[in-house]
């Protein structure tokens, strides 16, 4: 595996893991400093990156390795784009095709539930008892809700955790989920986010809450939703199949959280 650092605003390498590890160990490098290494969205300490190797208390700084030239950054050339967090308008637009499919086999199994005789009802009783043909509709509609929320769940969990790293919606515009290294989502990551994502949903948990999941993206460095920052995920531009080469740029503007 090939490292660079970050060192003073400027970047060296690449160098070998294990170069790394020995200026760790050594003292020759802080593990505040930053590196990168090919795959990974973001700089981040070697400390995090190395966490087993450190100087030990007490040992004596040698000099700082000497810094190699600067080779092309991973093959990447100046005219290359760096990947992107998403922003509003793609999520926003991801987040309505896969709805849309979604309500398809949604329709089919909320008529098999009884949804229309639900609505009949409803609209039959509420004249004479609007209290009681509410509560009736309600627990009616009740398994259908979490039915529905399950094909969702499963929905958005089998595509973000897969090959392609997107929803079919996702898909459609361009951009894909990552863990912060980049990588793609385990199930149970994958798992997490959307157990989140989607409480807003359930009945009893819904509200103002997850508007507050959703407000926090407008403002967060990565436009990151509390979902995505409890399951450490970024969603990014551009597909699985296209090569990461660098990493991504911060920028403002709000962000559905699709």
């Keep these: 595996m090939q490292v660079w650092i970050g060192r003073n605003g400027e970047r060296f390498g690449p160098y070998s893991d294990d170069e790394v590890r020995q200026w760790l160990r050594d003292g020759s490098t802080r593990p505040e400093e930053l590196g990168w290494y090919e795959g990974m969205t973001d700089w981040r300490p070697l400390g995090e990156l190395f ?18 030239a600067e080779q092309p950054f991973m093959g990447i050339t100046e005219d290359a784009v760096a990947p992107e967090y998403a922003g509003f308008w793609l999520r926003f637009g991801a987040w309505v095709i896969d709805y849309i499919i979604i309500t398809i086999p949604a329709t089919f ?44 769940f499963a929905y958005y969990v089998f595509f973000e955790a897969s090959k392609w790293q997107a929803t079919p919606g996702k898909l459609a515009v361009g951009i894909r989920v990552t863990d912060t290294a980049g990588q793609r989502l385990t199930v149970g990551r994958a798992a997490g986010r959307n157990l989140i994502r989607l409480a807003n949903a ?57």
């Design 51 to 68: 966490p087993d190797d450190r100087a030990a208390p007490g040992t004596a700084t040698p000099p700082p390795p000497p810094p190699r």
């Design 202 to 258: 359930v009945p009893g948990i819904g509200g103002f809450l997850p508007m507050v999941f959703y407000v926090t993206a407008a403002f967060s460095q990565r436009k990151q939703g509390i979902h995505d920052m409890l399951a450490s995920t970024y969603v990014l531009t551009g597909r699985a199949d296209s090569r990461v080469v660098a990493t991504p740029r911060s920028g403002g503007g709000s962000t559905f959280d699709a």
């Design 109 to 152: 199994i909320a008529m098999a539930m009884g949804f229309q005789h639900a609505i009949t009802a409803l609209f039959r009783d509420i004249e004479t008892n609007q209290a009681a043909a509410m509560t009736a509709y309600i627990e009616a509609v009740r398994p259908v809700t979490y039915v529905v929320l399950l094909l969702g």
